[in-house]
């Protein structure tokens, strides 16, 4: 049965998604580039790109932040303040962008050790580090101009500025490394431009729309939610690095099989999080206009459709899952712990989807306080059994089974918030 919110859906789910799958191709070009110059080249690009992309993750809050800030005053018709807003959200994230740039040059060489680089691994990594760090602030940018513009339900111009980024960032590196001969340098100086691009436009879509100096008083709401947001993202991605730590110590057949599991479920995550994007957008701007009803009905149709794709993962992987993870290797064992953990991994997809349209419509409700503490407690029973599973010796199993428990504590957390009403508060801020 259609519904009269399906087409707003998809007209900003789908540009989200194509937003989201850039920055994976993106990292899927630069490791194809610096591929052949070798295996310590390859290897100095895995940490540097592991700890950059950890760093820049943890403050994605200026784009969600943003979004649901910004969507409120859009849906209160309140454009000139979401456009205050958003400036507010540049300047925050380039003090948070230098902050890091400062941070990344003086710790490189410490976290490049921890991560394990030794050797020629071990200069490359630093060496990239340091010059990829001075597009921390670029990118920062970028990711609070693509918060406002999707709290305005513009996803088309971040979709169009992402893509002409990242198609020259791969020309640039194919010129700095191959053609001018720097190596895994020029990878890293072919991204640092490319996002100074990227930044500068988001700032001149900014500029056009509306522009302010920067006030640390209007600055304060987003560094709260920021802040809430940061902690739930990182309870999140430090989960998933505590079940990749457990299976390194179990034997490299079981993480083996969790990574391609696990890379499996990031890149069908893409696809439910376009969907958690556009109830961010959604629920944000029919709340600040005072609709809390409409809200509500929407963000009940974006849970319908997430689910809805999450089975349709789940029937596709159950009938492949003899034929996918031989796809990603031929090692007997690896393919046999891949199948123990099949059915869990194929099951937990409706669930998955169920969260992450919940997450999105959390967010955008501003309710990040409660996302925040839902999340820790989801950790907090995860990380024992994972533990367990080393200590029990209940290997790949007993991992993806505390996954699940994770997905369903979030799945209740959440849905019981979502039941109640505190979350869908009208009006925009003052």
Known sequence: MRSRYDREILVLALPALGALAAEPLYVLVDTAIVGHLGTTQLAALAIAATVMSTAFTIFNFLTYGTTAQVARLHGAGRDRDAAALGSQALWLALAIGVALLILIEAAAPLAVTLMGGEGAVHDGAVTYLRIAALGGPLFMLASAGQGFLRGMS??????????AAHVTNAGLELIFVYGFDWGLKGSAWGT????????????????????????LAKMR???????????????????FLVGSAVLARVGSASLGAHQIAFQLWVFLALVLDA????????????????????????????IGWSVAV????????????DIVPKLFTGDPAVIHQAHEIWPLFALMMPANGAVFALDGILIGAGDTRYLMWGMLAAAAVYVPIALLALWEDWGILG??????????????????RFLGSRWALTGAPA
């Open 154 to 163: 513009d996803l088309k111009t971040p979709l169009l500025i992402l893509v």
């Open 192 to 215: 640092v431009i490319a996002q100074l691009g990227m930044a500068l436009a988001f700032v001149a879509v900014q500029r056009r729309k509306g522009f302010e100096r920067p006030h």
């Open 275 to 302: 969907i958690a994007i556009a109830g961010q957008v959604m629920v944000g701007r029919m709340l600040g206009a005072g609709d809390a009803q409409g809200a509500r009905a929407a963000a009940s149709r974006m």
């Open 399 to 416: 991992v993806w089974w505390g996954l699940l428990a994770l997905i369903a504590v979030r799945l209740v957390t959440c849905g019981a």
């Open 310 to 321: 999450g089975a349709l993962f789940a029937v596709i992987f159950l009938a492949l899952g």
């Open 221 to 239: 709401p987003l560094a709260r939610i920021g802040s809430e947001i940061a902690v739930r993202t990182t309870a999140l991605t430090g989960s």
